[in-house]
């Protein structure tokens, strides 16, 4: 069955550093999420790409985060540095093009650790 | 206020219960998620609707449109259904999913 694919699927990290988590989504799935989890709270989005285009970004701290999907199929999310306040899971989720809703599909999620 | 909102918040039954998750949204949406997440997991699908009521084994969700509200029922309840339950609408017109907090679940065996 088709997946999401994400790595790493945990990082402990010292603040300062940088950190970088990838993401494959399912064939064909032209719709890429990524969203911020905060234990005890809802998925917040990070930045959404269709295609290799970036749709929304609006709540990406773009000082430290930056995403690319260089060739419209999987993608990279950066943090530099990380600060204590990112320890978080970092959530990838595809889903196919068109403003018809379609099934929306999540990756196991990378759970990162900041000390 | 939160544009998604459900209740409870957590919630503790006894393993065979029935039990009930709720949805309220406020803005239009083209399509209505339940959602699935286990502790230290990713999250899983459940029921994409946007209209009536859809039955999957045990599970069982319905929407009103009208109303904007949405409930997740689960027949016969197992320990195995314990999990955060996560409600997401997807705005009309967009590509943008609006999440709720979710309801925690523990069933006891």
């Known amino acids: 069955e088709a997946e999401v694919a994400q790595s790493p699927r945990y990082k402990i990290t010292e603040k300062s550093q940088a950190v970088a988590f990838w993401c494959d989504p399912i064939s064909g799935h032209a719709t890429l999420y990524w969203y911020r989890q905060i234990l005890g709270q809802g998925p917040e989005l990070l930045v959404q790409?269709?295609?290799?285009?970036?749709?929304?970004d609006s709540q990406l701290p773009k000082d430290r985060f930056s995403a690319e999907r260089l060739k419209g199929v999987d993608s990279t999310l950066k943090i530099q540095p990380a600060e204590l306040g990112d320890s978080a899971m970092y959530l990838c989720?595809?889903?196919?093009?068109?403003?018809?809703?379609?099934?929306?599909?999540f990756g196991e999620g990378s759970r990162l650790t900041v000390l | 206020k939160n544009e998604v909102e459900q209740s409870p918040q957590n919630l503790t039954a006894q393993e065979g219960e029935f039990i009930t998750i709720n949805c309220s949204y406020s803005?239009?949406?083209?399509?209505l998620h339940w959602l699935q997440q286990h502790p230290g997991g990713g999250i899983v699908s459940l029921f994409m609707?946007?209209?009536g009521k859809k039955k999957h084994g045990r599970l069982i969700a319905t929407i009103n449109i009208q109303e904007k509200h949405s409930s997740l029922h689960i027949t016969a309840s197992h320990p195995r259904d314990s999990a955060v339950y996560i409600c997401a609408v997807r705005r009309s017109g967009t590509y943008k999913y609006i999440f709720g907090t979710g309801t925690r679940l523990k069933v006891l065996a």
């Open positions: 803005v239009g949406i083209s399509a």
């Open positions: 609707l946007s209209s």
């Open positions: 790409f269709q295609d290799e285009s970036v749709v929304d």
């Open positions: 989720a595809s889903s196919y093009a068109g403003l018809a809703a379609g099934e929306l599909f």
